[in-house]
């Protein structure tokens, strides 16, 4: 019985200790752009205080690894599943969840390159489409 409580305690700690450091990589994101590590913003400080608070929720969406606010004034999603059917589901359920906002999800590529907050904040919008655009401006 004691060995039960044990593994379940275990089990939790380790839940509680992801989820902090997946929210850990928003707020630390955060911080490196608005403690000016990034450069000068490019949008108003509240922006990116708001896009934290969209972060932490990505946190929540089925196959998020991980998430960050980009300097570009969106968020930054590590999947734990990079296929396209996986992609599709997660910037559909983003969208549903923040109809104004916009994301991009790391490719394989960008999975192995993101080593630090700071490659990851400055990564371009590039392959980012806003959910507006998306759902067809709706």
């Known amino acids: 019985m004691k ?3 044990v593994l379940v305690a275990m ?3 380790t839940i509680n200790v992801t989820g902090a450091s997946a929210a850990d990589s928003c707020a630390k994101s955060r911080d ?3 403690e000016g590590m990034a450069g000068a913003l490019t949008r108003p400080a509240r922006s990116y205080q708001n896009l934290f608070k969209v972060c ?5 969406l089925p196959n998020v ?3 960050y606010v980009l300097k570009a004034g969106l968020i930054a999603i590590d999947p734990r599943r990079n296929t396209t059917m996986a992609t599709a589901s997660t910037l ?7 109809p104004h906002s916009t994301a991009r999800i790391f490719t394989p590529g960008e999975q192995r390159q993101a080593k630090t907050v700071g490659l990851v904040v400055m990564m371009p919008a590039l392959t980012a489409r806003s959910c507006q655009a998306i759902r067809g401006g709706a």
């Open 92 to 98: 559909a359920q983003f969208c549903r969840q923040f």
């Open 32 to 34: 490196y752009i608005l």
């Open 3 to 5: 060995a039960r409580l």
């Open 65 to 67: 690894k991980d998430a």
């Open 11 to 13: 089990m939790l700690l």
């Open 56 to 60: 932490l929720q990505t946190l929540t």
